[in-house]
């Protein structure tokens, strides 16, 4: 390929991305529409617009290797930017989406069009040079074409240099997330520092990071207590065995079977005799397998002798216990344990208004076949619901909000459900609060004492037992059922 050839094509293609994309989303979306760029779209006009630069630069110097070195890095840098801003919204209800959506498609994934297509033409430009680049020569002139490319990418610049500093505002003004209309009028426009990372809470999620739970440093708060003046009273206590590896998250029993089964934070699934005494088997679950699964939240028996157990991100695993099960044979399933137990399925449920929440229980509703999670409070996007996904197909059947009289959401460490109501076990309130299950409100609660890290209850034997999650020394607390 010569040298004219090659620059007509750079020039080609740098007057087709700052004319196209970066054009359209200023001067007709902006300028036009009034349609501001958030702090994402900021990021990904950059990309291109340097993207275009560095086509400049080769139709002015040449091919050179180093000016092939950063178009790709820059359109490797726009590629992740739009994967960054699409991920909050691609898996949105169809339709759904911010800004202005082009043939169907909003702008935000049209940039990962865009630099997929100018990182597929760098590499077919690199194969058309065959074994060495085009040198410039020094006796080219710049043709039509090239000056009508520059003169294009200036006016373009220009106008989104206008649109940047008066709509988002010089430094250390940094956007919006979610910007407002645009306008000249200096009483409506709106300069945000809001966005600037903190250090301590770097994520490349950015607004939609939310902080994982730690089941170990869950602490009280007095805001969320619920006014009561009912108490349990300790009944018994019995230590779980020292062979129990880790914190201990999850309990449920299963009356028919005489069964318990207990997990923990690093994931380790034991079932026990109805004294909590004797490990019947163990298992280790594989986080990286299929599904991932880590840091167990929460267990639940849906039948005789199998149980659901889910992660704090609503991940889950099926196992059942079985002493004719070897170990040897569910290799690929669990890293370590014993005979006796099987995999029965794995996978991930998915909610609406818990999406953006972390749980640390499950339970089982006999009646209606389904799961119950609730959720923990976060600092964003905060709420308190339950969730019911059905038995049949694992699927969301409803989502509602939790009615409680209480100056803040409680971290509900356990479910325990009978007949119409469910025992929710607060652990920043060491309180167990009675919900209505047809109403999905808190109707009573119970102070609970003797305990340093309330983690699961469950019903045995007309008592309820609570979990007290302490690494190498868990134990199981039982108190009278409240009224």
């Not at 169809?94 to 590499?123: C, K």
């Not at 380790?268 to 490990?279: Q, R």
Request: hydrophobic content about 45%; proline content about 3%; some cysteine.
């Amino acid at each position: 390929m010569n040298e004219l050839t090659v620059n007509r094509i750079v020039s080609l293609a740098a007057l087709a991305l700052i004319a196209l994309p970066v054009g359209i989303a200023c001067i007709i979306l902006g300028f036009g529409m009034g349609d501001t760029p958030c702090i994402l779209c900021w990021q990904e006009r950059t990309a291109m617009v340097l993207v275009s630069l560095i086509a400049i630069f080769i139709m002015r110097y040449g091919l050179k290797p180093k000016y092939i070195g950063a178009l790709i890095i820059t359109a490797v840098y726009g590629l992740w930017a739009g994967y960054r801003h699409s991920s909050a919204h691609i898996l949105r209800d169809i339709g759904q989406g911010f800004g202005p959506a082009i043939l169907g498609v909003h702008t935000y994934v049209w940039v990962i069009v865009v630099f997929a297509i100018i990182l597929l033409f760098a590499g077919v430009l690199m194969l058309l040079q065959g074994d060495k680049l085009v040198e410039k020569s020094d006796s080219s002139e710049w043709s039509l074409l090239n000056k009508v490319t520059v003169n294009v990418f200036l006016v373009i610049i220009a106008f989104n240099i206008v649109q940047a500093f008066t709509q988002t505002g010089p430094f250390p003004y940094i956007g919006q997330s979610d910007p407002v209309r645009m306008t000249f009028d200096s009483e409506k426009t709106i300069w945000s520092t809001a966005n600037w990372p903190e250090l301590s809470k770097l994520s490349a999620r950015g607004a939609y990071s939310i902080e994982k739970p730690n089941f170990a440093t869950m602490t009280q708060n007095d805001a969320t207590k619920v006014a009561t003046s009912e108490e349990l009273h300790l009944l018994n206590s019995v230590e779980l065995p020292a062979e129990i590896f880790g914190l201990a998250t999850g309990m449920s029993y299963n009356p028919q079977s005489k069964l318990f089964a207990v997990v923990t934070s690093n994931n380790w699934v034991y079932f026990l005799d109805e004294t909590l005494t004797t490990i019947l088997a163990k298992v280790q679950i594989d986080a990286a397998f299929s599904a991932e699964i880590s840091n167990l939240a929460g267990v639940t028996f849906d039948g005789e002798t199998s149980v659901l157990v889910t992660a704090d991100h609503k991940s889950f695993v099926r196992v059942e216990y079985d002493p004719s099960v070897k170990f040897d044979d569910t290799y690929g399933r669990f890293i370590e344990g014993t005979d006796g137990v099987r995999e029965l399925k794995r996978s991930r449920f998915s909610t609406a208004r818990a999406k953006y929440n972390y749980v640390a229980s499950v339970a089982w509703d006999a009646n209606t076949q389904e799961y119950l999670m609730v959720t923990l409070p976060v600092a964003k996007r905060n709420n308190f619901v339950v969730s019911r996904l059905s038995g049949k197909d694992f699927e969301l059947n409803s989502e509602a909000i939790i009615s409680i009289d209480a100056q803040a959401y409680p971290n509900v460490t356990g479910i325990s459900i009978i007949d119409d109501k469910a025992y929710l076990l607060s652990h920043s309130a060491q309180q167990v609060l009675t919900m209505d299950l047809a109403s999905n409100s808190v109707v009573a609660a119970s102070n609970i004492a003797e305990l340093n890290n309330p983690q699961a209850i469950t019903l045995v034997n007309g008592q309820l037992a609570v979990l007290d999650g302490v690494e190498g020394k868990n134990r199981v607390n039982f108190y009278s059922v409240q009224h």
